[in-house]
């Protein structure tokens, strides 16, 4: 046995080598070790023997489980020639480690094939592990399975956080004891989802405890699988595997000599509780991820035109939009689904992509022209990867779409998708997307997909890599279009896409009550400056609730903030309002947007308290959506402060009309209360949230020592 070390700032991952052919396994993986720690003892330590209906070589699946010497579990690996599963056998052939990094290379003699296992401790301690493919033998294989992630779970995570959701209602959170039939789940609308199946917790902790927590993410924007296994074996011996992967179609995916393949990559990160996890994604995403993050301006205030004006678009209208949205301090007006071809509602034109000059006599021109004079930049909306069958390229190219041959071809929204492995579909959508950016100055596009791919024809996988490929050459010609990727909300959210755009709409739902759950959800992986967060109209038109100004304005700082509804059709006190909020955003989002997030506790569960620190600033979000059992809330407490330091603490204003009057020394609010971190963690800071639907922004400076 030979043992690797790999050290992080606060974790240690120790796999156990079988030289003889053997295979890799992860004996370790917690916090950091001493140095000099024995890694044989530590293996030691946790070896099992042979017990009772058990192979005599108990099968070992480490980081490349297979179905030899007895694996009952789900296999990383499933290859299959003229439709026959082969039985790999892969043995452990050589490794390499860099200070952070290791990678195994396996080979499996019966068909040529090398696999590498390569994990990587990166920024945040967030971990990577990917799997590659290469064919050195002289047949091609076809490949049916490849996991990106086979994790060997440490037995003390013994319950799990999974997601579900719907449109307008992404990413509800069900924490629950890992059962003994573990999880199994596979995804099939072509994208990760509303779900975010794709995202998963494992916790050490006792039920609802916010203790160790260790998460898993798929990055790959097409369908995925996962399997928890806490017994694999079925035979008792608790060995718990977790793997995750992109779903291949059979015959998808034919390796021929000499070729290769790579699985998306998987993110890995653990942490001692919930907070420093958030941190570990955040600082992950903004370092190793997301393009270009140097070259980014300030995440800009969107107007978006859909909640304002639909698809009721005029030129004199939007002027008049852009018009009021510059009054309230608005930096980018986007235009959203309506502009092109014959769009007058959702069921007609996608694949149109031609300004429509119903709308536009004139075209783009005058309108952008009024924009930038206004101050503000550019954005436009588009659904490339789609083509509603009532438009001039469905009728030129009805063969372009994802179909059945002689099946009826089944719309979504009313439209179908387009078959992105098609050269001429690739060429004809950037031909009109690098047409529209160079004969415009768009600053931003945003970029939607709001059906599920079927009939998918047995190629999903080679599909999102035909968007990929769309993506990549577009932002390659225009590299300085800041792109966000929506999906009818948030259905296509994962770091493969965060790779390659600047933001996401996580949820079409801007009812502030709603994105008081689905932004801290997000948040768990994702940084505030990737998560579009707009104020809509009252009543919303989703939920049909209504909520004060102050509160969606509140609500709506806590991210990439923008207004999607229409200032013209807001009283006087509503736009004073949501401008004072616009101006505090803008003071605020080099903090929220560089700075540590902290899910903050309250005892109230209606009470939602999240906080970012950054240098020498914080600022905390706190919202009351419910009548407090008690008149007096539990103070809030803080986290992440310096407990020595000191803290001016003050709220900003403007202050919730309906709240305020509960505040019991207004004027100390407002020239600040002086605390130590060690005060405001502990003891907290009490804060009227009796009323439903009133918010608080808390901010604190450190004094100098
Ligand atoms: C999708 C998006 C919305 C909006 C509409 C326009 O539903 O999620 O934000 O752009 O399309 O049709």
Known sequence: MEFVRLDGERLTLVFALDVGGGTADCV???????????????????ARGRHESQPDTPPVPGVLPERKH????????ELRRGGVRIETDCRLTRWATGSQAVHFMFHDRSTGIDVGVRWVIGEGDAVTVGLTLANTGKAPVEVERLAALALPVPARFTEVTRYSGRWADEMQ??????????????????KPGFSGANWLLLHAGAAKEDGEVLAAH???????????EPDAQGAGDGRAMLLMGAVLEAGEVVLGPGENFA????VLALAPDRSALAQAFHGFLRKAVLPARADWPERKVHLNSWEALGFDLSEAG???????????GIERFVLDDGWFGGRRDDRTSLGDWFVSPDVFPNGLAPLIARVHELGMDFGLWVEPEMVSPDSDLYRAHPDWCLHVEGRERPTMRGQLALDLTRAEVQEYLFERLDALLRDHPIAYLKWDHNRDLFPAGGQRFIQTFGFYALLHRLRAAHP???IESCSSGGGRIDFGVLSRVHRVWPSDNNDAIERLRIIPAWSQFLPLEVLGSHVGPSPNPITGRRLAMDFRAKVAVFGHMGVEADPARMTDKERECLAAHIALYKQWRGVLHAGALHRLAHPDPNVTGMMVTHADKALALVAQTAFSPVFDAAPLRLAGLEPEARYRVTLPEPWAPKARHYLANPDAWREGLVLSGTALMTQGLAL???HPETAWLVALERLPQ
């Open 318 to 328: 939007l002027i008049a939009l852009a018009e009021s949205a510059a009054a309230l």
């Open 173 to 190: 959170e069900h924490r629950r004891t890992i059962a003994p039939d573990g999880v199994s789940h596979a995804s099939a609308t072509g």
């Open 688 to 690: 009227p949230l009796t």
């Open 28 to 46: 370790y993986c917690g916090a950091r070790l001493p140095e000099g720690e024995d890694l044989a003892m530590v293996a030691a330590a946790t």
């Open 218 to 228: 798929l990055g790959w924007s097409g369908d995925h699988w996962l399997a928890l």
């Open 480 to 482: 300085q279009v800041e």
């Open 263 to 266: 699985s998306p990559q998987a």
């Open 70 to 77: 007895g694996w009952s579990g789900t296999p990383a690996l």
